[in-house]
């Protein structure tokens, strides 16, 4: 059963850059898509970005001018990175394994998390 | 970009059905997915493409879908059901997602 683990620092200044990493035990990576989710303190689930295995990433509009996923498959790790982080980056951060699936209406590819890690809590001071 | 809405909370009694529902235009063409998020802990996957069900997730959760309205029903509640539930969908381009804002179901 696959399993996966968060790590980074807990407290990163603002304007600096914000890096996490995933590290995925009991199952290859090169198998699988990744993802990042967060949730800011008290409030609701937010997507951040998939890395698919073939190389390519999709990321949160909101997001995507600072946010950057890669994949180290020498270690089985798979990164985030949000640069110039602000207050409103505060959260708790999950990584995912995501899964492929397809539109009930046309079969088009889409995608979904399936095992989630447990999550790392970063604050960045205002 | 693209909303699912969710009621902020439901409340039932241990042994009633509890419905969550999830509305969105993109689940007219897209299927929707359910997480259960207990307090201090990672979501859990218990509901995937509209219906399905994994097998460790208890039989007294299920799904549907109506258009363009997700629907999660527990049936039966128990007081360890009580928690966050957040829907999910893959946008129109299917390469990215949203989740909604969340229920909190209290059951007691």
């Known amino acids: 059963q696959v399993q996966l683990q968060e790590s980074g620092p807990g407290l990163v200044k603002p304007s600096e850059t914000l890096s996490l990493t995933c590290t995925v035990s009991g199952g290859s990576i090169n198998s699988y898509h990744w993802g990042w989710i967060r949730q800011p303190p008290g409030k609701g689930l937010e997507w951040i970005g998939f890395f698919f295995y073939i190389g390519s990433t999709s990321y949160n509009p909101s997001l995507e001018s600072r946010v950057t996923i890669s994949i180290d498959t020498s270690k089985n790790q798979f990164s985030l990175k949000v640069v110039s982080v602000t207050a409103t980056d505060t959260a708790m951060y999950y990584c995912a394994r995501v899964r492929p699936s397809s539109s009930w209406y046309d079969r088009s590819p889409t995608y979904y998390m399936d095992v989630w890690g447990k999550g790392t809590t970063v604050t960045v001071p205002s | 970009s693209f909303e699912l809405t969710q009621p902020p909370s439901v409340s039932v009694s241990p042994g009633q059905t509890a419905t969550i529902t999830c509305s969105g235009d993109?689940?007219?063409?897209?299927?929707a997915y359910w997480y259960q998020q207990k307090s201090g802990q990672a979501p859990l996957l218990v509901i995937y493409?509209?219906?399905k069900r994994l097998s460790e997730i208890p039989e007294r959760f299920s799904g549907s879908r109506s258009g363009t309205r997700a629907t999660l029903t527990i049936s039966g509640a128990q007081v360890e059901d009580d928690a966050e539930y957040y829907c999910y969908s893959p946008d129109s381009s299917g390469y990215r997602g949203v989740f909604g804002g969340g229920t909190k179901l209290t059951v007691l």
């Open positions: 993109v689940l007219s063409k897209k299927y």
């Open positions: 493409e509209d219906t």
